[in-house]
């Protein structure tokens, strides 16, 4: 089974609204999460680390008040996508590390904005 | 800071035939590096990963990669590509500090025709 979780897998919503996006580790406790955004036929783009009981650690370029990130136990991080709007249309990575020294990954979130 | 370059886009293969996918490190030391797989609108799987224990490294699905110090490389290679191996493959390195963070490049789409 999936070892880091997200959800929801696709979510469809208007502009100008908020959407959060769960990443879950379900057998392992994550001190660290790292949430990645991917365009079309693109690579994966660090947006931030997301630290439990502390503030997350954005990439430069990242806006902080739109991406929020909020990891309140050891094992689930959010983001929340505020004010949405269609540029930030995208899939969104989640992942964290394991016991074992291996970085997993969430299924993704695909995001599509109206 | 550590850094790779995936010298291939694109590569294509018959199904059957071997698998080359290049990476080259840039580095004052000893990375580690992973070799990642992601097939459409899914998540990263890890496909193998070197910590300097041994040069020759086995992942899962019949790939394995070398890291050869003298040429800087870490290529990824399989003996008989199968229809499922078309996927987008990321070679990334460990960056250095605190989080642990993975920043992915471009990576390289393979394909795999009958």
């Known amino acids: 089974g999936a070892v880091v979780s997200q959800h929801p897998s696709r979510v469809i919503c208007k502009s100008g609204t908020s959407v959060k996006i769960e990443c879950r580790s379900l057998?392992?406790?994550?001190?660290?999460m790292f949430w990645y955004r991917q365009f079309p036929k693109q690579s994966l783009m660090l947006m931030a680390t997301?630290?439990?009981?502390?503030?997350?650690?954005?990439e430069q370029g990242v806006e902080k008040d739109k991406f929020l990130i909020n990891h309140a136990s050891l094992t689930l991080s959010t983001l929340t996508v505020t004010s949405a709007h269609p540029e930030d249309s995208s899939f969104y990575i989640c992942?964290?590390?394991?016991?074992?020294?291996?970085?997993?990954f969430g299924e993704g979130s695909r995001l599509t904005v109206l | 800071a550590q850094s790779v370059t995936q010298l291939d886009s694109h590569v294509s293969v018959s199904e059957g035939t071997p698998v080359l996918l290049r990476c080259n490190y840039s580095?004052?030391?000893?990375?580690?590096l992973f070799w990642y797989v992601q097939h459409p609108n899914k998540g990263l799987q890890l496909l193998l990963k070197?910590?300097?224990?041994?040069?020759l490294v086995k992942g899962i699905n019949g790939f394995e990669a070398e890291f050869k110090k003298s040429e800087t490389s870490f290529h990824l290679t399989k003996p008989s590509a199968h229809m499922s191996d078309a996927a987008e493959y990321f070679c990334?390195?460990?960056?250095?500090?605190?989080?642990?963070?993975?920043?992915f490049g471009a990576g390289t789409r393979l394909a795999v025709h009958p």
């Open positions: 990334v390195p460990l960056e250095d500090g605190g989080y642990n963070k993975l920043i």
């Open positions: 997301s630290n439990e009981g502390s503030k997350a650690t954005y």
């Open positions: 580095s004052s030391y000893s990375p580690s």
């Open positions: 070197y910590t300097s224990a041994a040069t």
């Open positions: 057998d392992f406790q994550a001190t660290t």
């Open positions: 992942s964290a590390w394991g016991d074992g020294g291996e970085l997993f």
